[in-house]
């Protein structure tokens, strides 16, 4: 059993994906920072509110025994008031949508490496070409 999961371990597919892992995680947090420190503070700018993420709509009272401010959105999460947090939530879309729209740079940068790397192995295989066959025998010629 051992050495069945060392196989497994070692074949090429799970280490490329723990790779892959830790380098999404690390590219995540990229992601996060460009949002969180970048793109956001602009929109807040745009919005007139320092802190976009922090915007939110009360669904209910806060309990009797609550002394925070009323704009303070984690205070009021975490005395369990009921609330629509819809800053976070937009700040999280835009966070993905910019990690989608990267990969997707990748991702097809990456597709055009392969398919020219497969055109040019192609072309190596089927041999010289009309031009290379042409250009030798005018050489052969000359000579």
């Known amino acids: 059993m051992f050495s069945e999961f060392k196989e ?9 994906l723990a790779v892959a892992v830790i380098i999404g995680a690390a590219f995540a947090t990229i992601t996060t920072s460009l949002t969180e420190d ?7 700018a745009i919005l007139g509110t320092p802190d976009f ?10 309990p009797s025994d609550y002394a925070g401010a009323m704009d303070d959105y984690a205070a009021l999460k975490e005395a369990g008031v009921p609330m629509l947090g819809w800053g976070q939530f937009l700040t999280v879309v835009i966070n993905f949508l910019i990690l989608a729209f990267i990969i997707f740079l990748i991702v097809r940068y990456a597709n055009k490496v392969m398919k020219q790397m497969e055109e040019e192995k192609a072309a190596e295989e089927s ?3 009309e031009i290379d066959l042409l250009t030798e025998i005018r050489d052969n010629l000359k000579k």
């Open 53 to 62: 993420s922090s915007m939110f709509i009360l669904l209910g009272s806060p």
């Open 8 to 16: 497994f371990i070692l074949k090429g597919n799970v280490l490329d």
């Open 127 to 129: 041999g010289p070409t």
């Open 38 to 44: 970048v793109i956001m503070p602009i929109v807040s």
